[in-house]
């Protein structure tokens, strides 16, 4: 069995025979489009729909300070402890309830500032936030 020129024997087939190569590839694609939807099972789900939007809203804040000499100021006025208590629950009544930012001065004796705490807490105000300026300590 040769694979040159029948009249030649002396020259080789340069061509490769390309149908059996063909032939394979055809039913190779054949089984993978057969087989692929078989292997690729799918599990329907009936997942809920929700709508998600950003919520923005940030609660008010109420700002009190104590100085050293023991005064304490409600949003910037100079209140005494009986209106201290009264803005107390007029906050603590709100919905959403705001937040507490305490400011107290470096020189503020602690006592002040637990007392200060206490009346917030037993007034029903739940969130407290310190605020520090590291730039006064220096």
Same mark, same amino acid.
């Given at each position: ?28 694609? @054949? *089984? ?5 939807? $078989?292997?690729?099972? =799918?599990? #329907?789900?009936?997942?809920?729909? /929700?709508?998600? +939007? ?16 023991? @005064? *304490? ?5 100079? $209140?005494?402890?009986? =209106?201290? #208590?009264?803005?107390?629950?007029? /906050?603590?009544? +709100? ?44």
């Amino acid at each position: 069995m040769s694979f040159g020129n029948p009249d030649n024997d002396d020259d080789v087939m340069a061509e490769i025979n390309m149908t059996p190569l063909v032939d394979v590839m055809l039913v190779l694609l @054949i *089984i993978f489009i057969i087989t692929i939807p $078989v292997i690729n099972h =799918a599990v #329907k789900l009936d997942l809920p729909r /929700a709508a998600s +939007q950003p919520n923005d809203v940030k609660p008010p804040h109420v700002e009190v300070s104590i100085d050293a000499q023991g @005064i *304490i100021s409600w949003n910037g006025n100079a $209140v005494d402890e009986q =209106a201290l #208590k009264e803005n107390i629950a007029v /906050a603590s009544a +709100q919905s959403p309830q705001p937040e507490l930012h305490l400011r107290a001065d470096r020189k503020t004796p602690y006592e002040n500032v637990a007392r200060l705490m206490a009346a917030a807490q037993t007034g029903g105000l739940n969130k407290i936030g310190f605020i520090t300026d590291p730039e006064a300590a220096r």
